[in-house]
């Protein structure tokens, strides 16, 4: 026993990157080869499949998890007109004080499980994982004292009473779910550090066949009406959850990343919160002034027209904004394994890569925005001035999102480095200092009704884009497979501290 412990103590004690003439900071002789000849032909392929077998998995997992809410919205439409208003009501207070910020603080795992992936430091991931398990159900706490009182907090921001009535009964039924989702994001970001997605695809998908038969059965047959859809959210989540964790548990793959619960996912927490903040707030920032556009349309000349197609237009972005997130992430997760295996080399090349896939899936979705921009409208409205208006914002849609996936895949870049204080401080001035000022200058000046608020937002969007380009194109990347390894070896605690 004390000789396994002596062992472990020198292994925790050693450097993460032997240090050597041939190995600099994880600049080894290969890597120096292509520094002065460049990339070859061969290395460019290997990375191009390794993203697209990440991005293909990843996007499936978005879209899924995306239905799951649309799809109890849509139970809940054949309710009545009031019903579907406070469930959507609901559905977006929601994302915006609970399932953003869970996120976010989940996203600092891209940083931390990804580069200790990199650094061999299996047994670090599970613990990590755990510690960020146990700080997001603390944090859910207090968020579920928020849903509880959701309907006073949307009569103090002037909301329909009768709406804000509707839609204060649908999240208290949905709090369940939040502890849920919290939960599923840290498993998440545990198999997809690793490299393993096909798990997380398909668990993503039995939850949605699931989903089908209990949001109908409890929306209809269990005389819950519009609470069944919350309830059936919150089941949906916690079956995911059980499913991931089933296999975390069992599968093989998972032997070395999780060796059971331990203390040491106690140790440590404030040095998780110091990325996991920085994480929500980058990720609260830009999520939020979505949301704001919207509310901001209310305000309009026609608010019902303007509020519609501002909705469809935000719910298409969103839509096709998941094949540029699951860049993002499969960027993230390279980037993190390449620097805490101390090859820089190689996770620069996964950014050069990642930006020409995020160029060409732009062109391509942006053309077929553009090419369907006159039957769209028909997927949620008969009526030709919707029809029309939705027409013309496609257009918009399509240079937004042509610009969003190129931040995308950069603030995965950034999430992978753990340029979270960064990405934050960029998001706060590209949104808030210059995106949604333009929009109410351009809608409310200028007259130029929603389009102005969507051509706000694109400003924001191609500021923060140029800041993150820059920020990118000036890394030192020795420097930061460096700090990948100080990271990851300063978090580890020794065995005589939890022993």
């Not at 869970?102 to 670090?124: F, H, N, V």
């Not at 009964?169 to 997605?197: D, K």
């Not at 923060?464 to 820059?470: M, R």
Request: with cysteine; charged share 10%.
């Amino acid at each position: 026993m004390k000789m396994e412990r002596a062992e472990e103590k020198k292994c925790l004690n050693s450097p993460l990157i032997q240090i050597s003439e041939e190995n600099v900071y994880g600049v080894n002789r290969e890597t120096r080869y292509d520094n002065e000849n460049g990339f070859g032909k061969k290395k460019i392929s290997e990375e191009v499949k390794k993203q697209l077998w990440l991005a293909g998995p990843m996007i499936s997992v978005s879209l899924l998890q995306f239905c799951l809410q649309m799809i109890s919205v849509m139970f809940v439409g054949h309710l009545g007109e009031l019903a579907l208003s406070g469930a959507s009501v609901a559905t977006s207070f929601a994302t915006v004080t609970g399932f953003s910020l869970l996120m976010g603080m989940a996203s600092a795992l891209d940083t931390l499980c990804g580069q200790s992936y990199g650094a061999k430091q299996y047994r670090q991931i599970g613990i990590l994982m755990q510690r960020a398990m146990l700080v997001l159900l603390i944090v859910s706490i207090p968020l579920a004292f928020v849903w509880a009182n959701t309907k006073s907090l949307l009569i103090l921001a002037h909301q329909d009473p009768q709406i804000a009535e509707e839609a204060g009964i649908y999240a208290q039924f949905m709090i369940p779910s939040l502890f849920a989702y919290g939960l599923l994001q840290c498993l998440i970001r545990f198999l997809q550090t690793q490299n393993i997605v096909f798990p997380m695809m398909l668990s993503s998908g039995i939850t949605l066949l699931l989903h089908f038969p209990i949001c109908w059965f409890l929306v209809f047959k269990s005389g819950l009406g519009s609470r069944g859809a919350a309830v059936a959210n919150s089941i949906s989540y916690w079956i995911n959850v059980l499913l991931l964790a089933a296999y975390v548990k069992f599968s093989s793959s998972c032997q070395k990343t999780w060796t059971g619960f331990s203390m040491e996912a106690f140790h440590n927490i404030v040095n998780f919160l110091r990325l996991a903040i920085p994480s929500a707030v980058m990720v609260c920032l830009e999520m939020w002034s979505f949301e704001m556009m919207v509310l901001l349309s209310g305000l309009l000349p026609n608010p019902t027209l303007e509020t519609s197609v501002l909705s469809i237009s935000l719910n298409t972005s969103a839509t096709v904004w998941m094949i540029a997130f699951g860049l993002g992430g499969a960027v993230s997760t390279r980037v993190s394994n390449e620097l805490g295996a101390g090859h820089p080399e190689a996770a620069r090349l996964a950014v050069c890569v990642v930006f020409v896939l995020a160029i060409t899936e732009g062109l391509v979705v942006g053309s077929v925005l553009i090419l369907i921009r006159n039957v769209w409208g028909y997927a949620y409205s008969n009526e030709i001035q919707v029809v029309k208006y939705v027409a013309t914002m496609m257009q918009i849609i399509a240079l937004s999102n042509f610009i969003d996936g190129l931040q995308s895949v950069l603030s995965g870049t950034a999430r992978g480095c753990g340029w979270q204080k960064i990405g934050a401080f960029i998001n706060l001035g590209s949104y808030y200092l210059v995106g949604i000022p333009f929009a109410i200058v351009l809608a409310f000046v200028l007259h130029i009704g929603g389009k102005g608020l969507w051509l706000g937002i694109i400003c924001a969007l191609v500021v923060q884009a140029i800041s993150l380009f820059i920020v990118t194109i000036r890394t030192n990347w020795e420097r930061e497979a460096k700090k990948a390894t100080d990271r990851v070896y300063g978090s580890i605690i020794p065995v005589d501290r939890v022993s």
